[in-house]
């Protein structure tokens, strides 16, 4: 199966590189081309397009409404296009999801949304849809010169999360095979674990959030890691021009910058010319202000807005992302030959690890773990902000909800109480206990419920969750 599955996506890669060789013109006719079906698909067996979009039909691209994850959360069972898709069904196969390659009704993998950006979002694909996804990360590893066939096995290691819903952990599950062989390594545990694990494992390619490609750098540099991967794949998280320097110091090379968001699979990565070519015969970015309007090129958008034209399961038309992202002036074009647009940035999604006093000294605690307590939490969303003193946690009409699930304090708004929460997440993640009681003892963790109203800034990076604690 696995094996059927990776030639699968070999085939859907060598169609993918054809597009590669297309002229800007013949690129922008297969986009117009593509997007009409979309569109068409979606207005035809999504009752909720339907609604979105009428009156609109015959009106360009940037013209229709923006859909959100609230919206897209909310209207779920009928912006699908498939009437047995139940948002209730979709959650509960998502809580039984072990590792492990299982479909939700036998034919849709699920993937969530981290809540790096709050609210969580389930998205769903199709045998088709999967294929296209896995064949997006493909092009990533091609682009950096990781080449994957029968004569080129490879090793990768990937260094970020072992939940199962992330989408980069179900596309390693359904990739695993002799050919690709990964190593999947928890960017929550302790450093010496991991650097033990990556010198026996030798990675070919060692994939990582920057801040954690970045310390594993200072690992190497140090003298503490031994590897010699061909290609750093850098994902998720901004990457600061003293990382590049850095990981290029410690690996030989500079890292490749991917870009890629469960909503959509890989959106953009650096060729070969280290330079971030938007995957534009996937989809279509429009990099906007607040109020949904074309920021012009080299400049920030507040927010970016995707189309994602081989969506079809759950059309993705106009979906906003909290990502911050400038689209390159259309200039020379890049010397590998590939006319797909060129990102000059992204600052979107940007996450620092957050070094809090412990016991013995600061404890260095990467977002993950916040990711993996706070996500099984009963609320809309949560927002970790980091304190002089300790780290309060934002959670998001939890109040209700812990209500619903009965048991829970009736939290007065702007008294601080020991996080129920957390807690109640500690239990079911039992081996985080440790490394959350060394943060937790010299740094103690506030939890608050919130209205989700407005965006603040974080010291943890741009945090796009808009929240707003009660009793302000
Ligand atoms: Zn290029």
Not at 357 to 381: I, M, Q, T
Request: hydrophobic share 40%.
């Amino acid at each position: 199966m696995k094996a059927a599955w990776l030639a699968s996506v070999l085939r859907k890669r060598a169609r993918l590189r054809r597009n590669e060789r297309w002229s800007r013109r013949e690129l922008e006719a297969y986009q117009a081309r593509a997007l009409r079906e979309l569109r068409d698909h979606a207005v035809a067996r999504s009752a909720f397009y339907r609604r979105l979009h009428r009156g609109l039909e015959t009106r360009p691209l940037d013209e229709l409404p923006v859909v959100t994850k609230a919206m897209l959360m909310e209207n779920f069972d009928e912006l699908a296009v498939d009437a047995e898709v139940r948002r209730a069904g979709v959650e509960e196969h998502l809580a039984g999801l072990a590792l492990g390659d299982a479909r939700y009704l036998d034919r849709y993998w699920v993937v969530s949304t981290s809540g790096t950006s709050g609210r969580r979002g389930l998205f769903l694909a199709d045998t088709d849809e999967w294929t296209t996804i896995l064949a997006s990360y493909a092009r990533a590893n091609d682009w950096a010169g990781l080449k994957v066939g029968l004569a080129h096995h490879l090793k990768v290691a990937v260094v970020s999360s072992r939940v199962p819903w992330y989408q980069s952990v179900r596309v390693g599950t359904t990739l695993e095979s002799p050919l690709v062989r990964t190593l999947r390594l928890d960017a929550t545990a302790p450093l010496a674990e991991t650097t033990a694990a990556l010198d026996a494992f030798a990675p070919d390619s060692l994939v990582g959030y920057a801040s954690m490609a970045r310390v594993l750098a200072e690992e190497q540099l140090a003298g503490r890691l031994h590897i010699a991967p061909r290609a750093v794949m850098s994902a998720s998280e901004a990457l600061t021009d003293e990382s590049r320097r850095r990981i290029a110091e410690a690996f030989g090379a500079p890292p490749f910058n991917v870009y890629a968001a469960t909503e959509t699979a890989g959106i953009a990565s650096d060729c070969a010319q280290h330079r971030m070519h938007v995957y534009e015969d996937l989809v279509v970015v429009e990099a906007v202000d607040e109020k949904d309007r074309a920021v012009p090129p080299g400049t920030f958008g507040a927010k970016l807005l995707v189309t994602v034209l081989f969506s079809r399961t759950q059309p993705l038309i106009r979906y906003e992302m909290s990502d911050r992202v400038a689209l390159a002036p259309s200039g020379e074009p890049c010397p590998c030959g590939r006319r797909f647009a060129l990102l000059s940035g992204i600052d979107g999604r940007a996450e620092d690890i957050l070094e809090l006093p412990g016991a013995d000294g600061p404890v260095r605690v990467h977002p993950n773990v916040f990711h993996r307590v706070l996500e099984p939490v009963p609320a809309a969303g949560w927002q970790v902000v980091q304190e002089r003193d300790g780290v309060r946690v934002l959670l998001a009409d939890s109040r209700r909800r812990l209500g619903r699930r009965g048991g829970a304090p009736r939290a007065r708004s702007r008294r601080r109480h020991r996080a129920r929460g957390p807690a109640r997440a500690r239990r079911r993640h039992p081996e985080d206990r440790r490394r959350q009681g060394a943060a937790g003892e010299g740094a103690p963790m506030s939890c608050r419920h919130a209205d989700v109203v407005r965006a603040p800034e974080t010291e943890m990076g741009h945090h796009h969750m808009a929240m707003e604690e009660h009793g302000r």
